[in-house]
């Protein structure tokens, strides 16, 4: 039993294995990011551009992700957090991905944007780092954001 590259704790077989083998389908952004992941540590660069949104695959070029996949080596993935996303069918992962290139220990951390469609997660785009968060001021003449009632100012805000 091999573990799969993903850092699940997963035998390969029983993780991404179907997923690169082509016999299932990753049935959530999660899988599909892990899933993407070990198509790097396997250097399954078909499966990379499979697994892309359709219609955004015109700038992925298969040579440079060959490249990076033979001359890397994949040693480990931190999910640090998903996140539902506008609608039900996108969705956000947060991951950090650990490989070994020249001799030098790097890492990839990206927010990556999933999207549903026809059933099926695709990965769409990604932001390297955090996904950057929306704050909402609250004034403070507004309704206190505890719900009591109160305004903010008599309430939280005090």
Known sequence: MSLCPCDSGLAFDACCGPFLARTAVAPTPEALMRSRYSAFAKQDVAYLGE??????????DAEQVTEWAR???????EVRSTANGASPDEAYVEFVAKFTMDGKDLVHHETGRFVRQDGRWWYADGIMGQRPRTVVKVGRNDPCTCGSGKKYKKCCGA
Do not use: A, I, N, R
């Open 71 to 77: 001359t890397s080596t994949w040693t480990g993935l």
């Open 51 to 60: 697994t892309l949104l359709p219609g955004t695959q015109d700038d992925f």
